[in-house]
Each structure stands twice: as structure tokens, then as C-alpha cells.
């Protein structure tokens, strides 16, 4: 494949999924028709030794003949599991054992590969023993890389191809050949990391299990877990970042240490390298705020993650963080009273008047900065205009090193991390920093920049709620309805103002400006219109000049469409974004407690916020920190619980009655209440209900 091709499949496979499935179409159709054209190919496919023998005997015949694939007939045979077909070509052709396919797609895949991946122990073994590489080869072709709407991942050593499978006999017969428990791909990637990003979440738990028992018997200094990838994650991190909770708890517990179990509660400590931020800049906690998928949030619901988040935040976070509140409006106190009190003097008699139909009512205007600093409440006011200018300065440079350490997309773009809070304060500070440039430079035109300060810097308060439970997520509420719904209406509205402003401006353009004041020109109806439709005030109509009927009809469709129609579109799509961060209201407050503690812990120095845990026990590095955690497990409790669960989704889904062991429980609607006291409804749950059919009678019902 040339050049200038393999740029354009890169460029599809990287961007254009239809242009991807139609290269990925065409490709295996010309492979179906090789196949069936190819002698040796055929041969290979319909697992004919005979043929394949007399095939090989011709002079005419060539071994290394490559398919659409870059496939060769070992290839063929291997990827139809045809062990006799394969054995005898490698009988015949040895050298066919380590080639790879090479075509773009398929580029580094050998017959080894193909064996692994169906599952074919026989094959896998025949390969091995006639002396197939099971190191070296790589699988790199893009078809194996992992894209948007890829298939499966399975990196690129052939071991990786294995453990992917899930398939221990074949994991343990590669090793046990010498393959590498320690193999990475081109990103950094170890068969760990591959195996997290799996959608059978049980099964690489389990083949996890396998790889770092076979590693450990190795005395590697770094244990397999602990190996990075090129950005910087370990296997426990990625598994933090993806969201994958089976395989982050269970390297969790694997790193657990058991203390003792009295009944039913039990002690144990739980390691806390990679977890807390105290020693890792790239910390799981850090990992999980940063993250643009919504499952790792679920992370911060684990144990010890939970545990340590509740610590860091009751201990310390919360109280440094209301202090930095009291700060922040003392601050914007002092900002808005210098803005109210600014230097105003009476307008001069030569000053130039705007030339205008309205009326010219000013009386005030800014004074000169020689006469603006000169009484004792002046100097005062300097004052509080340098605390506003030195705290707007300190507020950009604070943001920096966190926008360059996540990235001015991620950083800009997330709720948890402060997301258009950020943006607001940016562009605060610099138009403080603009007034004060306005100021020593005696713009007259300040008070434009100072307006759009105030409401910025006061909005900005709201960034501050996060620090409260009851108002943290709902800040989150505000944000996805302004950038998500609101945004969205807005979008239409333009378009039908933009519609009826301009039929209706064919009518006022031909009469006198004065007469309708709201019409006087095209941008001033574009923003009555708005108003019109957003606040619901009456139309502005003058009655005593003569309207043409067309100008009334346009104004009724008006009313109808955008402030009827339109409207309660916008609170239809509120309502669902309302109802959707309501159900992720816990999860959003966590992730909000945590990138706000990051955040403290990041910008105030380290004496203020210690480190939590026991350290180092007797076999493990003292610089290694564990935190105790008591848990409860009552397994009566647990079985309520069950049930408890099982009966509300059976309540979900039927509308039936619901028979019992000797009886039928009737349910009543939502005002009636059940024919079952409390305490024998939790018997019942608790016993578990035995045979016969459940069946409920129309309605949900709360059984707390």
C-alpha cells in the first residue's frame, strides 16, 4: 500500500466510520475472492491435505504468495481452524510459521496470533513446537488498535491476544514457552492494562490473577501492577480512569491487609499507594476528576476511596474551603463598593452631546485621574481599587499550572472541575485588570467593563456552593441547563426572531422612529422581540397610528410558536436534565468534595494538611501508608437487602398480584396502603418469597 493510501486509511480509521466500514468491506471481499482463487489458498480453506501436498510438490507453486490480507495459506488454514491443513504446510514450509501478515490493516499478525485468538489449544501447541516465535511478534495494523467502534482491543503481543481470550491453558502454555509476563505495546501498555480495558470484567480479574502469580515467581524490583504506561498510568489508575470498578476493587483487595473479624464487623487496612494525592501528583483521585467518563465517578463510591475522600474533606477541606468563601466575598465587596463609589463629577457645560432622537439625561461624569485621588475617602478608595487589582492578578496566576496540568479542554470543559467557573474568573481578572488600564489611560468608556466585572465576579460566588451538599449539585443543574438546554433554545429563538423581527420591520421601517419607540430600528426590534417572547410583556402596538391586518396576524403566529410552543420545549428539556442530575446527585457531590480538596491541597502549602493512615507495617517500605477501615457484614441484613431489591424490580415490571407461599398479597394503589404490616412485609422479604407465581396489582409502592 503506497503512501498517500496509508494516510487516507488512517484518516478513516481515525475520523470517518463509514469510510472505515467501507474500506473494511471492500478488503474482505477481495480476500473471500483471492481465497477462492488461489490454489494453495483453497486448498488451505477446505482443509485439504492431500491437495495442499501435491500443491506444495509444484515448481510453479509459491509458498509466500500473500492474500488481500497480507496473509499467506499457513494464515488460511490457521484462521479456519484446519490443524491437519496447517500441519502440513508447516511440514512443507516451515518458514510460514513466524511470518506475519502485512498489509496495513492487518500489519504483524501471525498464525500464532490466530490460534490464540480462536482458542485452538492444538494449533497453538503445533505452532510452538515447530518453533514459533511467542515474543517478538506484534500485531500493529489498525485493525487491532484501539479506535471509536472497534470491536475488541486485544494490544499486540501474542500473550496479550491470549490473556484477552480469558483462556488459562493457553495463557499458561505460552508462558511456560518462554513468553513475557512483562511485554508492552507501542503506547506502554502491559498485559494488565490491556486486560483492564476488557468488557469481561470477571474473566480478566481471574487471568490477572494468573499473569502476576507467574510474574512474582520472577523477583522483578517492580511488581507487574505498578509498570506505567506512556502517560503515566498504572493498571490501577486506568482502571480508576475507565471507570472499571470489578477490576479496581479487586486489585484493591489484593492489596488488602486482613486484621481481625469480631462477628460481624471486620478491620482491615487498605493500601493507600496510588490512591491519595499526598506523595502522587497522578494520584487516583486526581485520575477520576480528570476523567471524561461519567462510569469513573462510581470509583469514589469504593472502599478505601470513599473512606479517605469523607477524611480529607471533614478533617480539612471543607474549612479551608469555606475560609477561601469568606475571602472571596470580603474581596468582591470591597470590588463592587469601589465601583459604586467611583470618582463621578457634574457634567461640564461644554461637554459634547450625542447627537440622537432620544433625550440626553446625563448628569455625571468620570473625573480626571489628577482630580480623582485627592480627599481622604479617595485615598481609601485607592485602596480597595489595588486589592482588586492584586487579587484579580493572583486569581490568572493561580489558574495557570492547573489549566497547563490537565489540559485548557478538560480544564474549561468539565463540571467537576469547575468548568465555566474558571472561565468566568479568567476573563474577570483580566477586565479588572483592563479598568485599571482604563483608569491610569482616563477612558471615559470604563463603566461598560466594570457592569460585565460585577456580574461576573459576583456570579462567580456560585463556584463556592459546591462546598455544600444540598447546593453542590444543583450549581451542576444551573450549568448543564445554560450550556446544554438553554444553548439549544437559544438556537431556535434565533431563527424565528430573526423571522418575524424582519417581517414585522417591513412595516415600521416607513414610519416615524418616535412612533413606536420599541421599532426603531432592525437591532432594537431583534431585542424587543426577545423580550417579548421571554418576559411576556404586552406588544408594543401604538394604536392611534394605522397596522396593516398582516402585521397583527404575524404577531398572533408569533406569540403562538415562540412564546407558547418554543417555551414549553425549554422547560421540557430542563425538566430532564433536572431528573437525570437528580439521579447522579451523590455521585456529582463527591466528585465535587474531590476536585475541590485536590484543588486545596494543590495551592495551600503542605503544613496545613497532613497525611492519613498508618505508616509502614512490619513487612512492608515505611513510606507506604495504610488506612484502617471497619466494615459491617450481616448477612441477614445482606438478605433483606436482596430481596429488598428483587421485590422492587418484580414491582417495576409486572402489574399483577402477587401470590405468597399460602396466600396472595394484594398491593394497593399509591393512596391505600398494603395488606401487610411492616414487620411481616420484612419477614416475608427476609425469608424469601418460595414458589408461586408473584403477581402485583397496578401501582409502585415505597417500602421505605
Not at 465601583?339 to 459634547?352: E, F, G, Q, S, T
Not at 485621574?369 to 492584586?390: A, C, K, Q
Not at 424490580?649 to 399483577?656: F, K, P, R
Amino acid at each position: 500500500m503506497s503512501s498517500s493510501a496509508l494516510i487516507t486509511v488512517t484518516h478513516w480509521w481515525r475520523g470517518d466510520q463509514n469510510r472505515w466500514d467501507e474500506l473494511l468491506d471492500e478488503t474482505f471481499l477481495l480476500h473471500t475472492k483471492l481465497t477462492n482463487e488461489i490454489p494453495l489458498f483453497y486448498a488451505a480453506k477446505s482443509n485439504s491435505v492431500g491437495c495442499v501436498r501435491n500443491l506444495l510438490q509444484y515448481r510453479n507453486t509459491n509458498v509466500m504468495e500473500r492474500g488481500a490480507f497480507g496473509e499467506t495459506s499457513l494464515h488460511v488454514a490457521v484462521m479456519n481452524d484446519n490443524l491437519e491443513a496447517a500441519v502440513a504446510l508447516m511440514d512443507a514450509a516451515p518458514e510460514l510459521v513466524d511470518e506475519p501478515m502485512t498489509s496495513e490493516l492487518f500489519q504483524g499478525l501471525t498464525p500464532l496470533h490466530i490460534a490464540v485468538i480462536n482458542q485452538n489449544l492444538s494449533l497453538v501447541q503445533h505452532l510452538i513446537d515447530r518453533g514459533a516465535d511467542v515474543n517478538m511478534p506484534r500485531a500493529t495494523g489498525l485493525y487491532f488498535q484501539k479506535r471509536k467502534g472497534g470491536l475488541f482491543f486485544y494490544g499486540e503481543h501474542i500473550l496479550s491476544f491470549a490473556a484477552c481470550t480469558g483462556n488459562k491453558d493457553i495463557v499458561s502454555l505460552l508462558i511456560d514457552a518462554g513468553a513475557s509476563t512483562r511485554v508492552q505495546d507501542h503506547k506502554g501498555n502491559t498485559l494488565l492494562h490491556v486486560l483492564v480495558l476488557q468488557p469481561n470484567q470477571e474473566t480478566a480479574c481471574r487471568i490477572m490473577d494468573l499473569i502476576m502469580a507467574c510474574d512474582a515467581e520472577l523477583d522483578q524490583s517492580v511488581p507487574l501492577v505498578m509498570v506505567p504506561n506512556v502517560r503515566g498510568l498504572t493498571p490501577f489508575k486506568l482502571a480508576a480512569k475507565k471507570g472499571n470498578v470489578a477490576v479496581f476493587q479487586h486489585l484493591v483487595n489484593r492489596r488488602r491487609v486482613f486484621q481481625c473479624s469480631l462477628g460481624p464487623v471486620t478491620s482491615n487496612l487498605y493500601d493507600l499507594t496510588e490512591i491519595d494525592s499526598w506523595a502522587d501528583n497522578k494520584s487516583v483521585l486526581e485520575v477520576v476528576v480528570c476523567s471524561r467518563h461519567r462510569e469513573a465517578r462510581r470509583i469514589l463510591e469504593v472502599t478505601p476511596v470513599k473512606q479517605l475522600i469523607s477524611l480529607k474533606w471533614n478533617l480539612y477541606g471543607k474549612h479551608y474551603f469555606r475560609m477561601l468563601l469568606f475571602v472571596y466575598l470580603l474581596y468582591i465587596s470591597i470590588f463592587t463598593a469601589c465601583c459604586v463609589l467611583r470618582p463621578l463629577k457634574d457634567i461640564p457645560a461644554d461637554y459634547p452631546k450625542p447627537v440622537t432622537n432620544y433625550s440626553f439625561n446625563t448628569i455625571y461624569v468620570q473625573k480626571s485621574l489628577n482630580e480623582s485621588y485627592v480627599t481622604y475617602g479617595d485615598h481609601v478608595r485607592m485602596g480597595g481599587e489595588i486589592i482588586s487589582v492584586v487579587g484579580a492578578v493572583a486569581m490568572i496566576l493561580l489558574e495557570i499550572p492547573d489549566i497547563l496540568r490537565v489540559g485548557a479542554k478538560r480544564y474549561f470543559g468539565q463540571t467537576a472541575l469547575g468548568g465555566p467557573f474558571h472561565v468566568i474568573l479568567i476573563v474577570y481578572g483580566g477586565l479588572v485588570v483592563l479598568l485599571c488600564v482604563f483608569r491610569l489611560c482616563q477612558v471615559q468608556q470604563e463603566m461598560s467593563v466594570m457592569a460585565v466585572c460585577l456580574v461576573l465576579g459576583w456570579c462567580n460566588v456560585l463556584f463556592f456552593a459546591r462546598g455544600f451538599e444540598m447546593l453542590g449539585p444543583f450549581v451542576i443543574m444551573i450549568q448543564k441547563m445554560i450550556f446544554e438546554d438553554l444553548l439549544k433554545f437559544m438556537w431556535l429563538l434565533i431563527i424565528v426572531i430573526i423571522g418575524y423581527a424582519t417581517a414585522v420591520w417591513t412595516h415600521y421601517m416607513t414610519q416615524n422612529p418616535m412612533s413606536v419607540p420599541d421599532y426603531t430600528s432592525l437591532p432594537v426590534m431583534f431585542f424587543s422581540q426577545f423580550v417579548v417572547d421571554t418576559t411576556f410583556i404586552n406588544l408594543p402596538i401604538n394604536e392611534t397610528i394605522p397596522t396593516p391586518p398582516v402585521i397583527y396576524v404575524v404577531h398572533i403566529s408569533f406569540t403562538v410558536f415562540s412564546s407558547v410552543l418554543l417555551t414549553n420545549v425549554l422547560v421540557v428539556m430542563m425538566n430532564d436534565t433536572m431528573s437525570r442530575v437528580g439521579q447522579e446527585r451523590d455521585k456529582l457531590w463527591r466528585t465535587q468534595v474531590v476536585a475541590t480538596t485536590l484543588m486545596m491541597e494543590r495551592r495551600l502549602p503542605r503544613c496545613l494538611w497532613t497525611q492519613f493512615g498508618v505508616r509502614g507495617l512490619n513487612n512492608y517500605p515505611k513510606d507506604q501508608w495504610f488506612l484502617r477501615v471497619e466494615a459491617r457484614k450481616d448477612r441477614m441484613m445482606a438478605k433483606m437487602k436482596q430481596n429488598i431489591k428483587k421485590q422492587k424490580t418484580v414491582m417495576a415490571t409486572t402489574d399483577t398480584t402477587k401470590t405468597l407461599d399460602s396466600g396472595i398479597l394484594k398491593i394497593r394503589s399509591n393512596n391505600a396502603q398494603g395488606s401487610l404490616s411492616w414487620w411481616r412485609l420484612v419477614r416475608h422479604i427476609v425469608s424469601g418469597y418460595g414458589g408461586g407465581t408473584q403477581r402485583l396489582e397496578n401501582q409502585d409502592i415505597e417500602l421505605f
